[in-house]
């Protein structure tokens, strides 16, 4: 196939539309697209005159003109290069006047991609092509009705012979030089509705002998479909008899296919039109949705247009469906597509990427995505994207616009195969593009609909809480005026009356009495009653006086009984005397108090009333409040006797009492808390310490750590401090408290007792004195492990360990030395030799076990572990003839270090009942003690264990056989140094 250039005129101001539309160019494959570039409005109308471009894409903006003057101006100047307008803004009212100036086609800069650019670039050309074939085919049409000599052919009625020009051959693609076709072949080359019109032209020519022009159909022998204009006349002879037909026969194929594609592209035009208008004439998204899938099967003539919604879970429903006769249905299917997760589908889409295949037998698509094609009967389909934009505010409030896939536009042909046009997929991708932007403006509308619908609602709510808040308002300023008229009551009879006359009046109900058991005889008597001023009840008041009801008995006896207030509709039934006062209703309510009915409340209604449940309540509330006075004053005086109890106990407490604020502040002291502080009293005390933490406390931080402690326990239990007394001197205090807090769980104070421990803590600081003592001599004794032992009650230590290293050292040279100088200077010498050796051990994490005179004995891998002990103890050898030697530079004397070394398995154990030791036992000892006595002075003498076990690391001298008591002839060595590390 030969490849072919498209040549782009790309008119734009902007350098950077200009590279990323040239980016989105150079993806395309095929056909090669050649892009020139022009920034201003002069050079940009100069290229489009010169008429060797393809197609323009000209912005809006073009610097102080814009791009629909420029259309108007080559409009104008009659330029043939078709324009697509190019805008940044989505201007639909912009878009509708630039096809009206003349535009071929309009794009907005947020939608274009590699498809969408290509697929409208090729649609406006092919379009172009055909408006100008059409003009050519007008012109040639022209032309030829001057020119003399058409095709003409003649009937003869008689024979039925038809003769034609060599012209009429050529138009029915047949050759001159074959046998004249016969009338009736001549009419089986017409199409059926052409050869039915045809027969019926002849038979008007025949019956009116008038001449007839018409425009039919004929397929020639290649099966090519030719259009014909046609001029036919009657022939007569001298006596008026028809005895021929002429006619004369113009191929106006190329018209009339031009005719067609421009009526066609006007058909989808309009059909566009009524479309979007339809569309946006409707808010509903149902109406919406159902448009727009019955419209494009109407234009396309498919099988089957489905409108597909994503879900949230990347499946997707089929919303709405026009269908076919005898076509399967798939509305409200939910399709899981199997290719669908492994894909970027999504993201192809948002760029502008839609699917055209012609047979999904022969496109290389995924099988599975072929599988379920062929599952839904489809052949052939085109799937375009309904792409909605939505506006999204970043952290800088500017508004960022996000394309996200709403769904797909469908289109199904299930009979077979088909080959889609390109005028056709223009089309669905501009009204998946309308469709997008209903659906947009349909999803607002519905959302502003929900707003009004919640904001009709809130305001019939908004009412209805007016009304009850009103009611409320008002029974509430009943309460509060009843409940201080309870409070302002001398007792509780005094209260009684108060709460039948002002309820009464506010129910507006006609007579209240209240009923009491008497707690001699315990039956019910009414104590009072109260009416309005009207007579014929004055008498009921006075009889009710003198009734009594036992429990369960009339309606005070059943609510004693009970302590459930009760509703009687007509009351007149079941007692005479509410029936002489016409009295009907009554409902009666308990006061009670610790499950105590103290009182009965009754009022009662001359109207028969069903249970009025709001009424019954607010007298219940109203019997609660005068229930809780009596329990109120009850409670006071518990209270004051609790009080009065409180205040004997405090005054007479050994113990301190105090109360302080959270902010360091005395509330309250008892007298002994004052004294304790060296106080006279405890008004003294509280008004002297203004601030807690600075003024007892010892330690500066020591009353945060007992709020700390406070909010971590809510409590505090034997809190011990130092705090100052009044004379400046300290004592010891312990401290129990506990926070106190309000009902809202916020903290009022801190309360609590204190004790005088100073007698106390001074006897635990020398016993804890004494311990020490004990301690730090008993580990100059013992090792800290075996001590530990000791004091946890182990009577009998001996351990055995496989791997130990056992020194000895001796001071050669001692015996003279101690001739010489006195005991003291002897104890302080020695004192500091083994001092330093000591040092050595810790420095080392060896373990010193005894000196015996001036031997020195000391281990490693016994008690403290350690993998390189034997390394260490090396170390701690050489170290010690180095420190001996430096002490006798110091001292002026002459002394040197005779010490032998052995490792191997010891038995380690205390012995003794007094004066215990801690000491090693086994052939280990003997040999390292035998290397000592049997080596020379100033040198370190080992055993051949521990020269292969050292001898990379250490400088050893073979000192060869010696004869080692108890253990024969043994070669030993002599250490003298570290190996040196080469750097």
Not at 505 to 512: A, E, G, H, K, R
Request: glycine content about 4%.
């Amino acid at each position: 196939m030969q490849k072919y250039t498209i040549n782009v005129l790309l008119i734009e101001d902007d350098e950077d539309d200009f590279i990323i539309i040239d980016d989105i160019l150079s993806e395309v494959e095929s056909p090669t697209i050649s892009l020139n570039w022009e920034n201003t409005y002069e050079g940009g109308l100069a290229a489009i005159e010169t008429g060797k471009y393809d197609v323009c894409l000209l912005d809006y903006r073009l610097g102080e003109k814009d791009g629909i003057e420029l259309l108007k101006t080559a409009i104008d100047l009659n330029c043939q290069t078709p324009i697509i307008l190019v805008t940044g803004q989505g201007d639909r009212e912009l878009d509708l006047l630039a096809m009206k100036i003349g535009a071929a086609d309009y794009l907005n800069k947020l939608e274009i991609r590699e498809y969408t650019l290509e697929r409208v670039i090729r649609y406006v050309i092919e379009r172009n092509k055909n408006l100008i074939a059409l003009k050519e085919s007008q012109e040639k049409l022209q032309e030829a009705q001057k020119i003399p000599h058409l095709g003409n052919w003649e009937l003869d009625l008689k024979t039925q012979k038809i003769t034609w020009s060599d012209e009429v051959f050529r138009i029915f693609g047949l050759s001159s030089t074959q046998k004249q076709p016969t009338y009736p072949e001549f009419l089986e080359m017409f199409l059926p509705e052409s050869r039915k019109l045809w027969s019926k032209n002849m038979a008007l020519i025949l019956e009116k002998t008038q001449k007839c022009e018409c425009e039919y159909e004929i397929i020639r022998p290649d099966g090519t479909v030719r259009y014909l204009y046609t001029k036919t006349t009657l022939i007569t002879n001298s006596n008026l008899e028809s005895i021929g037909i002429f006619g004369t026969i113009l191929d106006i194929t190329k018209r009339q296919l031009a005719e067609l594609e421009v009526k066609k592209i006007r058909k989808q035009e309009h059909l566009l039109s009524l479309v979007i208008d339809r569309i946006h004439q409707s808010l509903n998204l149902e109406e919406i949705l159902e448009t727009t899938v019955e419209s494009v099967r109407e234009f396309l003539q498919c099988d089957r247009v489905l409108i597909y919604r994503f879900l949230p879970n990347g499946h997707g429903v089929v919303e709405k469906e026009s269908l076919a006769a005898n076509c399967l249905s798939l509305l409200g299917m939910t399709i899981v597509d199997p290719c669908f997760p492994n894909s970027n589908i999504l993201e192809r889409y948002k760029q502008g990427y839609f699917s055209i295949i012609s047979n999904i037998n022969q496109s290389k698509i995924k099988s599975c995505y072929a599988e379920l094609l062929t599952q839904f009967q489809v052949k052939a389909n085109i799937v375009l994207p309904i792409l909605i934009t939505n506006e999204t505010e970043n952290k800088n409030h500017t508004e960022k616009s996000e394309i996200n896939v709403w769904g797909l536009l469908i289109a199904h042909h299930c009979r077979e195969n088909r080959e889609w046009e390109i005028s056709e997929t223009d089309l669905l991708r501009r009204l998946a593009a309308q469709t997008a932007i209903a659906i947009q403006q349909a999803q607002l509308y519905q959302y502003v609909e929900s707003l009004n619908q919640e904001l009709t609602d809130n305001n019939l709510s908004l009412q209805q809480e007016i009304t009850e808040r009103k009611r409320a308002e008002s029974e509430i300023r009943f309460l509060l005026e009843t409940t201080q008229s309870i409070n302002n009551a001398d007792d509780f009879n005094s209260a009684l009356a108060i709460i039948l006359q002002s309820c009464c009046q506010l129910i507006d109900w006609d007579f209240s009495e209240a009923w009491t058991p008497n707690q001699d005889t315990n039956l019910l008597e009414c104590s009072q009653g109260w009416c309005p001023q009207k007579p014929d009840l004055f008498e009921c008041r006075d009889q009710s006086m003198k009734l009594t009801f036992s429990h369960n008995n009339g309606l005070p006896g059943r609510i004693f009984a009970s302590q459930k207030s009760e509703w009687v509709e007509d009351f007149s039934i079941e007692s005479k005397l509410a029936a002489i006062a016409d009295l009907k209703t009554a409902f009666g309510v308990p006061i009670i108090v610790e499950k105590k009915v103290l009182a009965i409340l009754i009022f009662f209604n001359k109207k028969v009333l069903s249970r009025q449940l709001h009424v019954m309540q607010l007298i219940e509330v109203v019997a609660t409040q005068l229930g809780s006075l009596v329990q109120h004053k009850q409670v006071e005086e518990s209270l004051r006797i609790a009080e009065q109890l409180y205040h004997e106990i405090v005054e007479n407490a050994v113990d301190g009492i105090f109360q302080t604020t959270p902010s360091g502040r005395f509330i309250s002291a008892n007298m002994a808390l004052a004294k304790m502080c060296g106080y006279s009293s405890p008004e003294e005390l509280i008004k002297s310490i203004q601030d807690i933490s600075r003024q007892v406390y010892f330690v500066v931080n020591r009353r945060q750590e007992f709020i700390l402690a406070m909010k971590a326990d809510n409590a505090v239990h034997n809190f011990e401090s130092l705090v100052y007394c009044k004379d400046g001197n300290t004592i010891w205090i312990s401290e129990n408290a506990r926070a106190v807090n309000d009902s809202q769980g916020k903290l009022l104070y801190y309360e609590g007792t204190v004790s005088n421990i100073t007698e106390r803590k001074i006897a635990q600081e020398a016993l804890k004195f004494q311990k020490q003592q004990m301690q730090q001599l008993l580990l100059n004794i013992l090792p800290a492990k075996i001590a530990q032992r000791l004091q946890t009650g182990a009577r009998s230590i001996a351990d055995s360990f496989d791997d130990v290293s056992v020194l000895f050292a001796d001071l050669v040279g001692f015996t003279e030395f101690c001739s010489n100088v006195s005991a003291i200077e002897l104890v302080d010498f020695l004192n500091l030799i083994f001092s330093e050796f000591d040092q050595l051990a810790q420095k080392y994490r060896l373990e010193k076990i005894k000196t015996i005179g001036d031997a020195y004995m000391v281990v490693g891998g016994l008690l403290i572990q350690q993998e390189d002990h034997l390394q260490a103890i090396a170390n701690m050898a050489l170290e010690m003839q180095a420190c001996l030697e430096r002490i006798c530079v110091q001292q002026q004397t002459s002394l040197t270090l005779r010490i032998g070394i052995h490792v191997g398995p010891v038995v380690a154990g205390v012995i003794g009942q007094t004066k215990f030791i801690y000491d090693l036992w086994g052939d280990t000892v003997n040999i390292a003690s035998r290397m000592e006595s049997s080596g020379i002075d100033g040198e370190i003498q080992v055993t051949s264990v521990i020269y292969q076990r050292l001898k990379e690391k250490f400088v050893f001298e073979e000192r060869g056989e010696i004869s080692i008591k108890g253990k024969g002839n043994m070669t030993t060595y002599l250490l003298k140094e570290q190996v040196e590390v080469s750097v």
